[in-house]
């Protein structure tokens, strides 16, 4: 599966634009669905952080693409290498950021 720059930016509009609805219970019912003139929407942590990232992303360069043409091209001749050393350094770094 393919995701795209556009993908990410569709899947975090859909998660920051969705609406919230209650139902009003003073009026039995009636208007199921119905969105409160009275009501607050308060946004979590995790939204707000998304709706960061979201802005992030529009303004950020696309790279990847030109990178990822550039490993391709560099695989197909055979001349693309592999640092085992980098890797692991990376790969403890990262293992000691996850248990901080």
Known sequence: MKINREQQLSTLSKIANTP????NESD??????????????????KS???DKLKKAMQVAPDLGSE???????????????VDGKAVAAKMLKSLSELNK
Do not use: F
Not at 20 to 23: C, D, L
Not at 67 to 81: D, N, P, R
């Open 28 to 45: 039995g019912g009636e208007n199921k669905g119905s969105v409160l003139s009275t009501d607050r929407i308060e946004l979590s942590t």
């Open 67 to 81: 990178k990822v043409a550039q490993l391709k091209g560099q695989i197909s001749a055979g001349t693309y290498k």
């Open 48 to 50: 707000k952080n998304i």
């Open 20 to 23: 919230a609805v209650k139902q």
